[in-house]
């Protein structure tokens, strides 16, 4: 392929990310084969949205070297290994994508398929977990994709690999895996529970109190922190819009006006300079965990790096300690309320709001399966350290002053 062109495949690409809610911030990457020695890839912590032609690298396949003084992303490696094995492989796509990222943290070793979508091959396998871009995770990597007859891989408490002879099916295997992961996680709670439907809220609370370790000794009730489905909540989303996403928002922004006129964000913005936006979330999975009282930890690695090293509850009325805790995470649940998600700007609040909901999910699928394993506090203490050092002027990190340009 003309090298220009694959510049250009590769931009595109990066902003599809974003905006299909593949990843969060700069994290993830993309590449494309140039030919059958190198391939183009996103550098390492850069905003697509400001990334240029010029600022792609071209990498060696055999031993990943470069030239210039851009510094391709930290997981070319993995994408090596892609286009090794697959020589008719041209396009790959590394995502945090939410259901994939949910079956990362569990124990599940692989998702059966059996064919129904040949591009994910008879199973969707799992590569054993290793630090983000070391050659430690690109030996679990190679061995995976030895192993596997898809097109996609995911990787233990990190994400996914995604990767087709185009962009498009690159896209498509990633959207494939997405609705696999979901489907596994959902049919494995029907499957448990004997419930003959799918309900957000009831799936939480049933996989919390699997896996008691998870959480305090405290009964869970779906809807402890009002469920959404409530006649109030569907009258406030207006005509046409009693559906989920809407009524949610409606009840979203009920609340944060309710606690910004108890002067939470008053305090919270006077404790933490660092903090210019903040964003109130109440999806099912963080209503519940909050009404449970968790302690959420790191089983994503980017959360551990963008939030921190636990998400804390407290009560609505605890306006200092939520405030303390927001100089160390970026963001706390609030008992029976929801989740507050801080950031320098509502760009970097937004990203928070996406990482701890996937997290969340993260939790609760895990439970799902067996025993709740988070990283390890020293990983996650390593990467929060390489987090702070490597892009403290790239983006807002609590306790820090640093902002995004």
Known sequence: MEINQARNLVLQAGLRLVEAGLIARTWGNVSCRVDADSFIITPSGRSYQSLTADDLVQVRI??????????????????????????????VIHTHQENASVIAATTVKAIPVG????????????????????????KKVRRALAESTGQAVIMKHHGA??????????????????KVCADYVINRYLKLSGATEYDPYALAAFALRQNKAAVPAVPVRPGAAGRLDADSDREEAGPGGADGESARQVFEERIAGQLAETGLYRTIYQRNPGINAIIF??????????????????????????????VRTFERQDQDGVAEALRKSAAVLLKNTGALCCGANEDDATAVAMILQKNAKAL???????????????????????????YAKQAYVPGTESRRP
């Open 62 to 91: 055999d031993d990943l070297s470069y030239q210039g003084s851009i510094k391709p992303s930290s997981e070319k490696g993995i994408h090596a290994e892609v286009y090794k094995r697959h020589p008719e492989i041209n396009f």
């Open 115 to 138: 064919g129904a979508d040949p591009r994910l091959g008879e199973a969707v396998l799992c590569a054993d977990y290793a630090l983000p871009g070391t050659k430690a995770l690109r």
């Open 161 to 178: 690999l995604c990767f087709g002879r185009d962009a498009e099916e690159a896209f498509a295997v990633a959207a494939a895996l997405e």
């Open 281 to 310: 979330k109440a999806t099912p999975e963080l209503q519940v965990l909050a009404a449970a009282g968790v302690r959420l930890k790191p089983l994503l690695d980017d959360f551990a790096q963008i939030i921190g090293l636990e």
């Open 364 to 390: 609760i699928g895990a439970a799902l399966f067996g025993k709740v394993r988070p990283i390890n506090r020293f990983e996650s203490m390593l990467m929060r350290y390489v987090y702070l050092k490597k």
